[in-house]
């Protein structure tokens, strides 16, 4: 459980990292795919944590849903927003929608880091 937890950590510090560098367009496409990453290993940390209280969750959704009743994150329009840009950059390449998602992502840090604190005070 603790290996998910820090590959999680990991993640959203490279996230953090290539968002402070200057906008290029690898750095963009960098930071996007850094995104994508964290994003899925967050409601993977959050699915492992929840199955070990013995609440089962299957989708990122869900998860997110029994992560909020359970009080590992806070009831933020952002989780749903930022699994909707996951899932545009995910499936389809297109440059205006790239753009947009990038200048989103510093959004993203701050739900990102609670719940990485969360779980690392929580196990």
Wanted: aromatic share 10%.
């Amino acid at each position: 459980m603790q290996e998910i937890v820090a590959s999680f950590e990991k993640s959203f510090q490279r996230l953090e990292e290539i968002l402070r560098e200057e906008k290029t367009l690898p750095n963009r496409d960098s930071a996007i795919k850094r995104f994508e990453f964290t994003v899925e290993l967050a409601w993977k940390s959050a699915q492992k944590f929840l199955r070990a209280e013995g609440i089962i969750c299957r989708s990122p959704k869900e998860c997110l849903r029994e992560a909020f009743r359970f009080g590992l994150i806070e009831d933020d329009p952002r989780w749903i927003e930022m699994l909707q840009d996951r899932n545009l950059t995910v499936h389809t390449y297109d440059e205006t929608a790239a753009d947009e998602v990038y200048h989103r992502l510093p959004q993203y840090l701050e739900i990102l880091g609670n719940l990485k604190d969360k779980l690392k005070t929580t196990w």
